[in-house]
């Protein structure tokens, strides 16, 4: 029986975790809390409850050939991804895996005016969170060069799906940037992410990086506009880049700042995906 082991299992890892089980895995995960693994427990898949913030205290089973996924997000501030360090200290002890999967974001990349990336565009973030993704790829990379175990990474790009849009947002009225001013964004939908990490452990070679994204970018503001009519609210007020600076969160300007076209070509031929919902209309239709 296949093994799989999934670091951080929450709205991606969940629907990941019931893909293998479908498939006849023996599952095993970690959440931040009890309170999260609850459900899944009850689906017969082992929960541990880790947040990989304190070294010390990091309990993992015996990882030898298990697929293994990291899904855990920095924590904030800095430009180091502390969890992943830790995780990647602890794995020294706890056997050698079949394979990595770690989930990275297209934030990585130094493209920040509207170009085309694609895996082989620089990957010097302007971002601290994009310095802190960066740092964990090193992280992984370099654990699997020097023991031998093949490691991909998922360059991500902005996920949504249903229980995933922006609602809080939408519903306070929060200012988006002019269309006009609004650079391409991409997005996956949830269920389309979880068949590419499939995929990943399936078909990735060992030290290759794939851009995850449906190809089809829209600006924010065209993502906000869709998500709030098919939500039932009014559109959001929009503003210029100058009273963005001056009204936006830090968090929401680097997303509508950091604008680029992530070419996902590599995923679509090197791991053969075929996507469920490859543009946002259709992605939102199913998230009715």
């Known amino acids: 029986m296949e093994r799989v082991f999934i670091a ?27 309170e999260k693994g609850e459900a899944l427990a009850v689906e017969k898949i082992q929960v541990l409850a880790e947040a990989f913030d304190d070294p010390s205290g990091i309990t993992l089973p015996d990882l030898s050939g298990v697929m293994l996924y990291y899904l855990v997000p920095p924590p904030g501030g800095g430009t180091t991804d502390t969890r992943a360090r830790n995780f990647v200290s602890r794995l020294q002890q706890n056997g050698r895996p079949a394979k990595i999967v770690y989930m990275s974001a297209t934030s990585v990349y130094s493209e920040t005016r509207g170009g085309v990336v694609t895996e082989d565009s620089p990957a010097e973030p302007v971002s601290a969170m994009g310095k802190r993704r960066r740092d964990a790829e090193r992280a992984f990379l370099d654990y699997g060069a020097a023991n031998d175990v093949p490691v991909v990474v998922l360059r991500v790009s902005g996920i949504y799906g249903p229980g995933r849009l922006p609602l809080m947002q939408i519903s306070q009225g929060q200012p988006l940037l002019r269309e006009e001013e609004s650079g391409p964004s991409n997005r996956i939908h949830a269920d389309d992410l979880a068949e590419i990490c499939v995929a990943a452990a399936e078909r990735g070679a060992a030290g290759e990086v794939y851009n995850v994204s449906d190809g089809h970018p829209t600006s924010m503001t065209s993502y906000f506009n869709a998500c709030a009519d098919l939500l039932g609210f009014p559109r959001q007020p929009q503003v210029t880049l100058d009273e963005a600076r001056r009204t936006m969160s830090p968090l929401m300007l680097s997303y509508v700042t950091e604008a680029r076209i992530v070419d996902n070509s590599r995923m679509l031929a090197r791991l053969a995906v075929t996507l469920r919902y490859p543009c946002m209309g259709e992605g939102l239709q199913a998230c009715r």
């Open 8 to 34: 951080g299992c929450g709205y991606i890892g969940g629907r990941l975790a019931r893909i293998w089980q479908q498939r006849g895995a023996a599952v095993s995960c970690t959440v931040r809390s009890p």
